[in-house]
């Protein structure tokens, strides 16, 4: 079984945020896999379900971005899934272009508050995770200002594609194909000609 959790913020003043894309892309997989993401257990709601016969469980946290690892650690003591195998976490990223991914099976918390958490309460850095680019943050701007911000237009069409890759990657890695994900998409996108 997987823990598929997204990372974001609850309450309906950060949808669509570029701190949220964790949530866009469960809810992605949600619609896709016609799995309903609205049980409220251990601090996330949650949805289970199947992905590539793989038993699955989609999980958006609650606590917030900075707490995220106590719903993240009370998910995985009570699915007793290996977290180094079966969690795979899916969150925001400033150094990555809007709509790139990086995959990583385990990483430090690259200045990320919710993976710091998870960390913390893992006691771990080993597990699989999917980075999606949310852009650079322009020089000037607060740090906060900038994740909690909006996409422009351009760039929401840019995160679609991106999200697309996410739940493609996922599909990858909950068939034990990890090292495909990375291989396809953790080089940089080529300029169009």
Same mark, same amino acid.
């Given at each position: 079984?997987?823990?598929?959790?997204?990372?974001?913020?609850?309450?309906?003043?950060?949808?669509?945020?570029?701190?949220?894309?964790?949530?866009?892309?469960? $809810?992605? #997989? &949600?619609?896709?896999?016609?799995?309903?993401?609205?049980?409220? /257990?251990?601090? +996330?709601?949650?949805?289970? *379900?199947?992905?590539?016969?793989?038993?699955?469980?989609?999980?958006?946290?609650?606590?917030?971005?900075?707490?995220?690892?106590?719903?993240?650690?009370?998910?995985?003591?009570?699915?007793?899934?290996?977290?180094?195998?079966?969690?795979?976490?899916?969150? $925001?990223? #400033? &150094?990555?272009?809007?709509?790139?991914?990086?995959?990583?099976? /385990?990483?430090? +918390?690259?200045?990320?508050? *919710?993976?710091?958490?998870?960390?913390?309460?893992?006691?771990?850095?080993?597990?699989?995770?999917?980075?999606?680019?949310?852009?650079?943050?322009?020089?000037?701007?607060?740090?906060?200002?900038?994740?909690?911000?909006?996409?422009?237009?351009?760039?929401?069409?840019?995160?679609?594609?991106?999200?697309?890759?996410?739940?493609?990657?996922?599909?990858?890695?909950?068939?034990?194909?990890?090292?495909?994900?990375?291989?396809?998409?953790?080089?940089?996108?080529?300029?169009?000609?």
């Amino acid at each position: 079984m997987f823990i598929i959790a997204g990372l974001g913020n609850p309450t309906k003043q950060y949808e669509g945020t570029r701190h949220n894309v964790g949530f866009e892309v469960i $809810d992605r #997989i &949600s619609e896709k896999y016609n799995i309903d993401v609205d049980a409220k /257990k251990h601090r +996330a709601f949650i949805g289970k *379900g199947m992905i590539e016969g793989q038993k699955v469980i989609l999980a958006k946290p609650q606590t917030y971005m900075n707490l995220s690892g106590e719903s993240i650690r009370s998910l995985l003591d009570y699915y007793k899934v290996d977290e180094e195998k079966e969690l795979i976490i899916i969150y $925001d990223d #400033i &150094s990555l272009d809007v709509g790139q991914l990086r995959i990583r099976a /385990k990483g430090s +918390a690259g200045g990320h508050n *919710g993976i710091k958490n998870i960390i913390a309460h893992l006691g771990s850095q080993v597990f699989p995770r999917i980075k999606v680019g949310v852009g650079e943050k322009p020089a000037k701007y607060d740090l906060a200002d900038y994740v909690l911000g909006h996409f422009s237009k351009g760039e929401a069409e840019l995160m679609e594609e991106g999200y697309s890759h996410a739940v493609h990657a996922v599909e990858l890695i909950v068939s034990g194909q990890i090292n495909e994900a990375m291989n396809e998409y953790n080089r940089k996108k080529k300029e169009e000609k």
